[in-house]
């Protein structure tokens, strides 16, 4: 159970997240000299170098979106130019990409990043490059929202890159890119001209993920813990009706990924924020208000508890809370995470988006009067500072990642195991480096009192 410390505040981390962002900016340089394009996109680090891992091209946003959070955080302007440049000369084909469910994670990080800059004023864009900017984020909410499936009970779900009948927690977080194109007032155009509502997908599919993917401790299942989440759920195609639990990157149906919990539950949040900024008039034919921020606000919530009572004290989760290793260490979540244990290892990266998703769901349960509040922003920041120090944040200048411990695909056995360790450890990961940078970009906003770190504020209007 994490162990929170009531006392922290923003503030407080200060000192560390620019000592971070101090080793960030050595580490983008480093990567952006090495990194060869023609290998792809870098996924994840072998003996300390970015290597990449053909499966979907999902992490290069993260390449991309980091230099421009290096920029937000430090105003280095090159940092920037770097960023931007990047983004219009090699994020193109991800904004039609019509094969993934990732559009939220690579074409928000680059394309939203841009546009969330220059509403705010950090620079000043040429010509039309807003237009630009826009037209890439609308073109992308379409296509993700595009990959649909159809349920039993009348919603549906964009599905995974596994085909129709495949629902993904992760995709929870692909859904800003819905919303921001939402936002900027556009639409997908089916045949016969019938026009889809963004928003309406986004509505569905997180009501059926909130339904089928996040377990409410009902009896579903004997392993229906309130707040687990399954990575994947299936669904008969032909008639949409629920088949069962599964899973990709976990070690079982009925166990919890931490890094797929972890997407959920930042998901949600980040998606609750999004509908304190849509007008009451909009979201009465999706069910209105109270329906939507209720089943909404009640899968975060379970999740958020979940994450408190299965991870060790300093709030950094082993890769699976079912993973058959754990039982070999004994009162694994009374004390802090062992990343150089001999049986499972940790994921840094699910801490990183866990404490995100902590502290925007705190901040959005704070400001609604409710008292578990305040305990989740503080957990959230406790998370924070966990990775902000050793034995996570790597300090190695020789070392491309910034985010130690973060694991891919244990299944699979894809994650380095250093000699004479038995499980893999001291590696880093495009998402838990750019989620780390992004975290602490928050809390130093928090401190500052600056803008709230946000696609979705109420005075980023439409274009």
């Known amino acids: 159970m994490i162990r929170i410390d009531e006392t922290l505040r923003p503030s407080d981390l200060r000192p560390a997240i620019e000592r971070l962002f101090a080793l960030s900016a050595a580490k983008i340089r480093h990567l952006e000299a090495s990194w060869n394009p023609a290998d792809g996109s870098p996924v994840f680090t072998v003996r300390g170098r970015y290597t990449a891992r053909a499966w979907t091209d999902w992490t290069q946003g ?26 219009f000369s090699r994020m193109a084909p991800h904004v039609t990409h019509m094969g993934v469910h990732d559009h939220g994670f690579n074409n928000v990080s680059t394309w939203g990043a841009l546009r969330r800059l220059i509403l705010e004023g950090r620079y000043e864009p040429e010509g039309r490059e807003r237009e630009l900017v826009e037209l890439a ?15 039993a009970d009348g919603g549906g779900f964009i599905h995974s890159f596994n085909g129709p009948h495949s629902l993904f927690a992760d995709t929870m977080r692909t859904l800003r890119a819905l919303a921001l194109a939402h936002r900027l007032g556009h639409v997908l155009l089916e045949e016969g001209d019938r026009a889809v509502p963004l928003l309406e997908r986004l509505v569905l599919h997180a009501r059926t993920t909130a339904r089928f993917a996040v377990f409410q401790g009902t009896g579903r299942d004997v392993w229906d813990e309130r707040g687990r989440v399954a990575h994947e759920s299936l669904f008969d195609v032909v008639d949409g009706s629920y088949r069962c639990p599964a899973t990709q990157q976990g070690y079982s149906p ?33 069910g209105g208000r109270a329906e939507m921020e209720g089943f909404m606000r009640e899968a975060a919530r379970a999740v958020a508890h979940h994450v408190l009572d299965a991870t060790p004290t300093d709030g950094v989760p082993y890769w699976d809370t079912g ?67 050793a034995p996570y944040l790597s300090e190695d ?31 880093s990961s495009q998402w838990g480096d750019y989620h780390l940078r992004e975290l602490a970009l928050l809390i130093w906003r928090l401190a500052d009192g600056g803008p709230y770190y946000t696609f979705f504020g109420p005075g980023e209007g439409r274009s």
Do not use: M
């Not at 200048?397 to 001291?426: E, K």
């Open 397 to 427: 200048p020789d070392h491309q990642g910034l985010l130690l411990h973060s694991i891919y695909h244990r299944p699979a056995g894809w994650d380095f195991v250093p000699p004479g360790r038995r499980v893999p450890c001291g590696e």
């Open 323 to 389: 993973a058959p290793g754990l039982s070999n260490l004994l009162g694994h979540r009374d004390r802090p995470a062992d990343p150089f244990n001999d049986q499972e290892p940790v994921d840094s990266s699910a801490a990183a988006i866990a404490a995100q998703g902590l502290i925007r769901l705190g901040r959005h349960q704070t400001r609604r009067g409710e008292t578990e509040g305040q305990q989740l922003f503080q957990a959230g920041l406790t998370v924070a500072r966990t990775l902000l120090q």
């Open 62 to 87: 993260f390449q991309f979106g980091s230099p421009l959070l290096q920029f937000d955080a430090t105003g280095e302007r090159s940092f920037l130019d770097l960023g931007r440049e990047r983004t």
């Open 254 to 286: 009925f166990s919890t990924w931490t890094r797929g919990q972890a997407w959920v539950l930042l998901g949600f949040a980040e998606e609750l924020e999004l509908l304190e900024t849509i007008a009451d008039q909009e979201l009465t034919p999706l």
């Open 137 to 151: 984020l609308k073109v992308s909410g379409a296509v993700q929202a595009r990959r649909w499936t159809r349920t």
